[in-house]
């Protein structure tokens, strides 16, 4: 199975802050990455897909790099509705897996 | 609009089985690829299961292969996912999940299973 290992699990951040979470996969899975919003009590919400494709109606600040192994989800200026739990997924092959979460607190 | 609507949780008995049905509406049921995914309270998204839009193809994570059976109703626009052997690490909020090209897009609310004596 492929793992993904996300980082960090948490942070503190400020309005207008730049935020960077990143997922390392344990082997190559081209662009198959998918990167999802969870608020509590929510169902999770796609904000991108195969790696760097924003999906309708996600605000522009967010932005998905990376390939291969290393993936990078960027909030260029973090709004307070922004505040929430991240999370990876892994789209290259069954079983699909997601990474850890990152959780994205106000500072 | 496209709505997923999971039900059939509840409180089991570890070693019993349950049922979860997810009635889909607002978009052609028949030619979607579903999933479903599961949260433990507290932690984080565990994929569990997936369907192609025939139920043909089938996959299933490793911590319930053997154990859950998902299944479709193209006519009846519903997905289920049958539970057997449950315990307490099968405690959860399970959530279906439209795939679009492999993608889970549209997500229900989650319905909770609590396995407990």
């Known amino acids: 199975d492929i793992q993904m290992t996300q980082s960090p699990s948490s942070l503190s951040a400020s309005v207008g802050d730049r935020v960077t979470i990143t997922c390392r996969a344990s082997q190559d899975i081209g662009n198959d990455l998918g990167w999802y919003q969870q608020k509590p009590g929510k169902a999770p919400k796609r904000l991108i897909s195969?790696?760097?494709s924003l999906q309708n109606g996600v605000p522009s600040r967010f932005s998905g790099s990376g390939s291969g192994t290393e993936f990078t989800l960027t909030i260029s200026s973090l709004q307070p509705e922004d505040f929430a739990t991240y999370y990876c997924?892994?789209?290259?092959?069954?079983?699909?897996?997601f990474g850890q979460g990152t959780k994205v607190e106000i500072k | 609009e496209v709505q997923l609507v999971e039900s059939g949780g509840g409180l089991v008995q570890p070693g019993g089985s349950l049922r979860l049905s997810c009635a889909a509406s607002?978009?052609?049921?028949?030619?979607?690829?579903m999933n479903w995914v599961r949260q433990a309270p507290g932690k984080g998204l565990e994929w569990i299961s997936y369907i192609t839009s025939s139920g043909t193809t089938i996959y299933y994570g490793d911590s319930v292969k053997g154990r859950f059976t998902i299944s479709r109703d193209n006519a009846e626009n519903s997905l289920y996912l049958q539970m057997n052997s449950l315990t307490a690490e099968d405690t959860a909020v399970y959530y279906c999940?439209?795939?679009?090209?492999?993608?889970?897009?549209?997500w229900g609310l989650g319905t909770l299973v609590t396995v407990s004596s």
């Open positions: 195969a790696a760097s």
């Open positions: 607002g978009f052609s049921f028949s030619i979607y690829s």
């Open positions: 997924l892994q789209l290259n092959t069954f079983p699909r897996t």
């Open positions: 999940a439209r795939s679009v090209r492999g993608v889970p897009d549209y």
